[in-house]
Every structure is written in C-alpha cells, then in structure tokens.
C-alpha cells in the first residue's frame, strides 16, 4: 500500500531553514505528481508546494513563494521541500502527499498523505 514517511522536521529561528524529505513506497512514485501541504493549529489544510511527475513544473503558495522550494529524486522516490527564511506563521505539521496524476495543483487532486512532521518556526 502507498506509505509517505515524512523527516527533517525541528525547531528553528525565524530567518533558519530546514529541508524536509518524503520517503515514497508502495507505488510507481515517478508517474505521480506529489504535494507538501500544511496544517497549523486551528487552521485548515493547505496545499504549499507541489511537482509535476518529471519535476518539470511547480507550484507554490503565494505565501511562501521565492522562500520554499520542492524538487524530488526519482531515482530515490523522495520529495523534498527546502525551506528558507523561515517566519513563525510557518509552524504548522507539514505533510507529504501522493496526487491522482501527473500534474496536480490543487488540495483535491491529492489521495495518500503521510503522517506529518512538525515544523516550529520561533521568533
């Protein structure tokens, strides 16, 4: 069954960055497109980052565009989301997640989603 196994969560000073990766298994991880979503406390949640299959095409939130970036390795069936200049309003759990198909820019499109990793952002 598809298992997403999020890491690379922590504490950080608002201005830091931190990577988080998302170990894929139990699907051809390379025919999918895959997301990072985040839910923070009393809030829903959103869709920040996601890639096309091939890692041709992104997106981004507007609130996190030019800070975060999302790229993945398909020979190693992971995704990463590299985040810099990190603020407070960026605490929340972060999530990995497996879309429908090979492009997907938006919360629906997606189906599996991992566990979560807890990012907190101190100022």
């Known amino acids: 069954q598809v298992q997403l196994v999020e890491s690379g969560g922590g504490l950080v000073q608002a201005g830091g960055s931190l990577r988080l990766s998302c170990a894929a298994s139990g699907f051809t991880f390379s025919n999918y497109a895959m997301g990072w979503f985040r839910q923070a406390p009393g809030k829903e949640r959103e869709l920040v980052a996601a890639?096309?299959?091939?890692?041709?095409?992104?997106y981004y939130a507007d609130s996190v565009k030019d800070r975060f970036t999302i790229s993945r390795d398909n020979a190693k069936n992971t995704v990463y989301l590299q985040m810099y200049s990190l603020k407070p309003e960026d605490t929340a759990v972060y999530y990995c997640?497996?879309?429908?198909?090979?492009?997907?820019?938006?919360?629906?499109?997606?189906?599996?989603w991992g566990q979560g990793t807890q990012v907190t952002v101190s100022s």
């Open positions: 890639i096309s299959w091939s890692g041709g095409s992104t």
């Open positions: 997640a497996t879309a429908k198909g090979r492009v997907a820019t938006t919360g629906p499109l997606f189906d599996y």
